[in-house]
Structure formats: structure tokens, C-alpha cells
């Protein structure tokens, strides 16, 4: 059986390298479709990116074109704003030090060559197999010479991996003397943000945050952002060099511009509208305005459920006092949120002054519930168990299309995913979206990685989490689909100093208290059984890879015997210590280099990966005492070798993707998806190449 289960596995394999097994595209041909659309705009587009939407504003969504200049290893400060400097154009959103290579197919590679096999060059220079791409291509040539072949065939930017200041300007046509707010979905790694010549904000982290702006006599608004990408321990220390992830600098996501109708210099608008869910009938509406001008008077609420109409038609809705309106009321036509039936609701709600309106804004959210019930995660009540991947927001740059962020969600649902746990930042409002209209459940953090305790006592270190934090979520407070909120993934929680301490509760008082009951509070645990801190989490939540660290040793098919026996006595510990929460693994996983097969039991191949993900899941959903498993992870991701070695992550990336970096699938992908997807009464167990069928069937015994 098992054998049998490889030959369909490998013939899905084949279909998806063929692009026709699975939903996806070439990366070329969604690259290219990216660069037509945002070419063609000749004015900025209206229909903000992602919920919420904004009736009662001026929207400009600034994706597309801005002038763009690299001013290199200087001192980030305002002065450089007035700076006379030569700019060119560039797409907005960017990424300025992870920008695409250009291949130069017609001259690198010989005629015939090239026109016998239309994309060898893509191939060749493509980063899924790593910084090199395809190493295949170069290894006729001396091992010196290999790095200057990639460079001159495949035409690497001049600004990838450059770090220092970087200036982005552009304009926008706004109504006469109005007042407005501008909206970054992420800006890295630290920001200066000025309009018309002043600096409005000074930003670090990444996480989207708004920037008021006063009127101006003016119907045309200059907006600059100095985007600093180096790491720095003093001004932005959210940021570190040691990151698990190659963090790229610049407007990584959308930007918009919001002119507003209220009266005065200084704007007066909704600055949130957030919905909780206290029953799958009755929610929380809290309602909080930014009030700007004295001239803002006799000032109401009005708001609506579900309104089929555009616009913002107020005059026949409800009415409510201004203040910090929280309210109880009940939706009309109430329908649950779930991953089987994630059905949606809407809510505008429409800020007036003396009968006039002042702003209109619409947000999406889902009636669900989420608790625990000792070792169990509830949702509406009922037990659930997760199963997912750990995703990086990341291609071959953190600027992802629309197509890309929708191919993502048929490859997770494709694999039978019910579980996304976004690492290590805030996510992308777009993919949160989308989440929400399929069901996926999400785990979203607090940017983080490995902190220490020289960090949790740097006041300017848990002073930016902390905004982070509040700005996450701000963001995702009406997704229904984050059901948990997450910060210091796999800090130093076995570490007793006040400092230590103090973080870890504070962080999650404070998420606890921003989710009002609404999501769980966690943190991703390498620390496990010594971690002194998991009486603030109500998930327990470990990371550990057996049998697969040191990357240096071989494969040891012992090692990989005891997964299940290793998940077992994590499983007791929290039992015995920890009764009223539930277990989740948070991480768990092992590197497979795209396209490199060999044995099974050697380390890097494809076939050893998928035995060790099939070893964890197996282990996971046979266990009763453990409620869910995130892989790790769903796509290879780009590293900084400045900081990894290449026995850690070779060709420049994290390999433990079950997807390539640009999505073709692996082995463990394929093997993963005959699992979950199997019918009642059809092999469960291990998916081997028929030569190791017979000899290594037994490492997992259901």
C-alpha cells in the first residue's frame, strides 16, 4: 500500500511541474501580469486592496508608479528629503533591495539552446533553487567562476542585498483645503513619513499603521517616505540581522491616501470599527472617532448589518451617541462563521456632524467563537483539530500579487490545510481576507524572532512590540479567520530575570486585552517543558525537530522512530502540568532541497523531508492529547547568508518548504495531500518509495 500510495504521489508530482495537477502559474507569467497591471494605471485606483472599505472618503490607492532614489549608507534625517538627488521611476508596491532579476536570454545562452527550450534561461536564473539558481546550469564551469556566470546571464539587480536610506515620492490630486489620513500596509524596516516636506511619523516594524494629515490650500499633496533598511539596536531594535528570514527594505505593501469631508485643519474621521463576536447572534460594536475641530458638532453614529446598497445612504439608520460607543446588539439574519460555511457579514457605519456627513466606513466580520475546553480548541463550541503550515509572506521578495496571494490559498487548501500560522510578523491584510472567505484559520504575531532577555529589558525594544502589537490587532480585529494572536516566537522563555518575566505577561495581557476574549494568546515555545511563562498562554505551544538537527549528522532512521514516542511525552507534560490547556506543535518540520532526490534516509532530499512530515502529521492525528500541528513550513523562503551558513541553509534559503520557493510542489506536499484527502477505509500510514516500502513501512505503526 504504501508503495502503491508513492507511484500516485509521483504522478502528482509530475502533473504540478507540469503546471497542470494543481492550480498554479508559472512565477514568470504572474511577474508579468503584475508589471501590465500596474503600468496601465493612468490614475490612482479608488477600490481600496482590502476590507475595510470607505464610502465616505476620497480614496487614492497609491500602487503604481513613484520616483524612487537610493541614497545609500547616510544618516536617516529629514534633511534628506530636500536634498537634490536624481530619482528614477519605480513600482510601488517594492521591495528595493529584493527587486527581480532581469534574465538575458537572447545573448547568455546559445540560439539554438534557447529557442529548442523557450524557458532553460528562466529556469536557470530562477531563485527556487536558491541564490545561484539552478546550479545544473553553471557546473560545467570552475566553482570560482559559477557566482560571476549567474550574475552576468541573469542580470541580478544592482540593489539586491544593498542596505541603507532609500527615498520614495510621488503626488496626488486631492479636494481643496481637506484633511486626511494615509494608510501604510507595511513600510520596513524603519520609515520616515512626510507630506508636503513635513515628517508626519517615524515608523519601525512591520505592521500597517495610519498617519493623519492636515489640510493645505492645495489640491495637489507631495508625499516622501525615507525607507531605512539597515539594522539598528539603538533607533530600531523590532529589527535584527539574525532573523530567520531576509527582511527587505521599502513600501512593502499597499499605500493609501484618504481625503476626508470633515471641517477643519486637522481631520476628523472613524478611526475604528471593530466588531466582537460575544455569541454566534450578538456582538460588541465599538465605535471610536478621531475628533479634529472644534467645529465638529452635534456629532452621531449611524450604522447598518448587511446594506445592499453602495454608497453610504444614512438618513433611514439606526441612531447612537458619539462618545466610545460600545454596543450590544444583535445582527440581523445571523449566520455563523466556520471552515466548512464561512459565511460573512458587513457593517457601515457613517460618522455625521449637524446632519452632515463627516465619514462613512464598512467592515467585514464573521460571527464565530473560539475557547478551549481542557486539552481541546473549540470553535462555535465544537472540538477541532488543526493541521497546517508556518508561511512566510515571501516569494523571492516580500511584495506579493493578488494572484500570488490567491495561489497560496488552492495550494493550502489543495494539501488539505484547515491552519495557517503566520510567521513572524503581521500578515497582509489581503491574505487575511482571503482566509476569511475560505475557511482558513490563522495564528498571527508580534514581529519576533529568537529575542532574548537583553531585549525584553530594552525599554525601546518592548516600546515598539508593544506598538506592533496594538497595530496587529488593530488590523485583524474583524477577521474572523485569526483565532489566535502570538508574539517572541521562540524567545528565551526559560529565563527567570524580572525583565523576562514582566515581557511575557505583558504582551499577552495586552494582546488578551486588545481581543477582548475573541482570540487565544500564545507564543511559539522552543524552550517546551522549561518554558516558565506558559501560565499566561491558554495554548501551550512547542517547537521541536527531531531528527533533524544538527543538519550536519546523517540521517538516523532511529531517531526518526521515536517522533511519535518525543509528541507522547510532550503531550503528558501538559497534561500533568498544564490540565486546562490544550497542546499545539507549532513547529516541527525538516529542509528538502527542490528537485534533489536521493535515499531516504539522507538529509536534504526530497524523500527524506516527506518522511519526517508524514512522520509528524501521523504522529499528530493519532494522538488524542494534542490538538493540532503546524508544519514547518509551507514554502521556501529567502535567507540573509550574511547571518547562515550554508550547512544551516543552503542556496540561500530555508529549504523546509513542502513547496518550492516559487510553489512547484515537493514530495511532502504530494505525500501530505493523499493523506488528508483519503476516503474513509483507504491506506493511512507512511508513503515510501517502493524500494524502502518494505524496510521502513514499520518506522510508524498505527
Known sequence: MAQAA????????????????????????????????????????????????????????????????????????????????????????????????????????????????????????????????????????????????????????????????????????????????????????????????????????????SVPVTSAERQLRSIAVLVDNRFDPVTHPVHQIKYDWYQGGGLLRAVQFHSLQGPGAEPTYLAAVDVFPRTLEHVDVDVRAVVGSPAAQGLQ???????PHQGCDWASWSTVILGTASRNVSVPNARSW?????????????????????????????????????????????????????????????????????????????????????????????????????????????????????????????MQSLKLA???????????????????????????????????????????????????VSWGSSTTIADRYLQYADVCSFHHYPAWYPTTAPGDLDEVKEIPLIWEAYARFVEENFPSKPLLITEAGAGGLFGHHGPTEEKWTEEFQSLLMQMHYLSVFTNPKIAGLALWQFADIPIDRLVSTDDQRPRGLNNKGVVSLSRMPKLAFQALHLLRNRKPGQYFGLILPPQDADRLTGLFKV
Open 6 to 209: 508513492w507511484t500516485l504521489l509521483g504522478r502528482g508530482a509530475a502533473q504540478a511541474r507540469k503546471g497542470e495537477g494543481l492550480r498554479t502559474r508559472p512565477w514568470w507569467a504572474l511577474g508579468w501580469l503584475v508589471l501590465i497591471q500596474a503600468c496601465g494605471a493612468v490614475d490612482w485606483p479608488r477600490e481600496p486592496p482590502s476590507w475595510p472599505k470607505y464610502p465616505g472618503r476620497q480614496v487614492s490607492v497609491l500602487n503604481g508608479t513613484w520616483q524612487f532614489a537610493f541614497l545609500g549608507d547616510v544618516v536617516l534625517n529629514a534633511k534628506l528629503l530636500v536634498e537634490n538627488v536624481s530619482m528614477e521611476p519605480v513600482l510601488v508596491p517594492d521591495a528595493f533591495d529584493m527587486r527581480a532579476e532581469t534574465p538575458r536570454c537572447s545573448t547568455c545562452w546559445p540560439k539554438e539552446v534557447t529557442e529548442s527550450n523557450e524557458e532553460l534561461c528562466r529556469v536557470c536564473c530562477s531563485r527556487a533553487y536558491g541564490w545561484q539558481g539552478n546550479q545544473q546550469c553553471w557546473q560545467t564551469l570552475p566553482e570560482a567562476e559559477r557566482e560571476v556566470a549567474f550574475e552576468s546571464c541573469c542580470s541580478q539587480h544592482w540593489l539586491r542585498h544593498r542596505r541603507g536610506v532609500a527615498l520614495y515620492k510621488t503626488q496626488v490630486e486631492v479636494v481643496f483645503n481637506t484633511s486626511a489620513v494615509l494608510l501604510f500596509g507595511a513600510c520596513a524596516l524603519r520609515c520616515l513619513v512626510a507630506v508636503d516636506g513635513v515628517v508626519l511619523a517615524d515608523h519601525s516594524g512591520l505592521s500597517p499603521f
Open 301 to 307: 453614529y449611524r450604522w447598518r448589518f448587511d446594506d
Open 338 to 462: 466556520s471552515p466548512e460555511n464561512p459565511k460573512l457579514h458587513r457593517l457601515k457605519v457613517a460618522l455625521l456632524s449637524s446632519g452632515q456627513l463627516l465619514d462613512c466606513v464598512e467592515v467585514r466580520f464573521g460571527l464565530r467563537r473560539v475557547s478551549t475546553s481542557g486539552r481541546d480548541i473549540l470553535l462555535n463550541g465544537q472540538s477541532l483539530k488543526l493541521f497546517g503550515f508556518n508561511r512566510h509572506d515571501l516569494v523571492a521578495s516580500p511584495v506579493l500579487s493578488h494572484e500570488e496571494l490567491v495561489r497560496d490559498i488552492q495550494l493550502l487548501r489543495d494539501v488539505g490545510t484547515n491552519f495557517v500560522r503566520g510567521a513572524h510578523y503581521a500578515q497582509d491584510q489581503r491574505f487575511l481576507d482571503l482566509c476569511d472567505e475560505n475557511g482558513l484559520l490563522v495564528w498571527e504575531e508580534v514581529l519576533g524572532w529568537q529575542n532574548t532577555p537583553k531585549d525584553f529589558a530594552d525599554g525601546i525594544f518592548m
Open 470 to 520: 496594538d497595530e496587529m490587532a488593530a488590523a485583524s480585529v474583524n477577521h474572523p479567520s485569526v483565532i489566535f494572536f502570538g508574539f517572541f516566537n521562540e524567545g528565551k522563555s526559560d529565563d527567570p530575570s524580572p525583565a523576562t518575566e514582566a515581557a511575557y505577561r505583558g504582551m499577552a495581557n495586552r494582546l488578551r486585552e486588545k481581543s477582548r476574549g475573541t482570540r487565544l
